[in-house]
Structure formats: C-alpha cells, structure tokens
C-alpha cells in the first residue's frame, strides 16, 4: 500500500505530460517527499561494506509499482470518460472490464483449475467477498464519486492516506509487528502527497 502512494506523484506527471499541466517546486518537493517515505521504508544499510540494500522482494515492490501506474492510468481515464455520469455505474463498468480482462488472461494462461480450487475455499471465497464489497465497491464507487465533486489531484491525496490507516488494521488482523521507521516513512509518504497536491 506504500508503494501504491505514488499513484498520485505518477498522476501528476501524467497530467504534465498528457494535458500539459504544470508542475510547481513546491509540487517537485511534494514528489522528492513521497518518494523519500517510501525509500526510508524499503531501504536499509546493510552490513557488508555499508551499502544500502533493498529489504523486500524487488518481485513485489515492482509489482506494486506496476500496479500503482495501473491506478493513476485508471484514474485519468476514468476522471475523462465520467463526467456527471453515476459514479457507481462507472464503477461498474470498471467491473465488468476488469472481469473481461481477467477472462482473457484467465483463458491465455488455462488457469482454470486454480480457479476451480478458489471456488472450493469457502472461508476464502469469504473473505475475499467481504474485500469486494470494502474495496472493489463502497472504496471505488466513493473514490469516483469524489472526483465529480473535487479535483483529482485531492481525492487522489485523500484516498493516498491508506498506507497510514492500514497500519492499525495490519497490527490486529496479521499481528504484524510495524517498525518505527514504517510508521515515520508511511506518515512522510502521505505529507509528500498532500503537499503535491494542496499547496
């Protein structure tokens, strides 16, 4: 979810390169912020020869990275293609393309069988409807809904502030043990997004 911060530092920079909008420094300061939380995060000196070291999968992180383009992409298109139309009817045309994405890959790769053993999970297919409903429906729908009513650079900053609450959330449910400097990176991550976009 960090790493997914720099949707709105992406956006941005799509923005300036698309549309032609300008980039203040105080904007640039905003970036070299949100950036710098995530790198306090994810980075940390190692012991041979002090060299700084990456201290989680480079798989994942580009992976979030990647998936944090996919966001700010979505979210220039989305704010164009919207207009006045119902928010949660967008979203549900951003459904039902992702399920016909998903159909193709799922039909290219012949993961069938991954899917069938999925459906047989019920405590799985549980909590992954629960997620649905949080995330894919009420968070989407409310997140377009924003943009109708603000620009996209604040609801981009606001919904960013998720590397912040799910800290507790982590902490209950997984009983993961959040280091200082996680809490301090995410908190940094967040103030970089605001000022990008408030100020």
């Known amino acids: 979810m960090l790493i ?8 941005a920079l799509l923005g300036f390169i698309i549309f032609g909008e300008r980039l203040s420094l105080i904007s640039l300061l905003g970036m070299v912020l949100t950036l710098s939380g995530i790198a306090v995060v994810i980075l940390s000196r190692g ?5 700084v070291k ?4 480079i798989k994942g992180l580009s992976y979030a990275f990647l998936g944090s383009l996919g966001q ?10 919207m207009g006045s139309y119902n928010a949660f009817a967008a979203t549900q045309i951003r459904i039902i393309a992702g399920f016909i994405g998903f159909s193709i890959l799922i039909l290219y790769t012949n993961r069938f069988e991954d899917i069938i053993k999925a459906l047989k999970d019920k405590r799985a297919l549980l909590d992954i409807t629960i997620g649905s409903i949080f995330g894919p429906f009420v968070g989407v ?3 377009l809904l924003s943009l109708q009513y603000t620009s996209a650079g604040i609801s981009s900053t606001i919904t960013s502030i998720t590397p912040v609450t799910i800290i507790p959330l982590s902490i209950i449910v997984f009983k993961e043990k959040i280091k200082i400097k996680e809490i301090m990176g995410a908190l940094i991550t967040v103030i970089g997004v605001g000022i990008l976009f408030l100020f």
Do not use: H, N, Q, R
């Open 47 to 51: 012991d041979e020869e002090k060299k």
């Open 4 to 11: 997914m911060a720099t949707s709105p530092p992406i956006t």
């Open 141 to 143: 729908g409310l997140s």
């Open 54 to 57: 990456v201290t989680y999968s």
């Open 72 to 81: 700010a992409v979505g979210l220039i298109f989305s704010k164009l293609g």
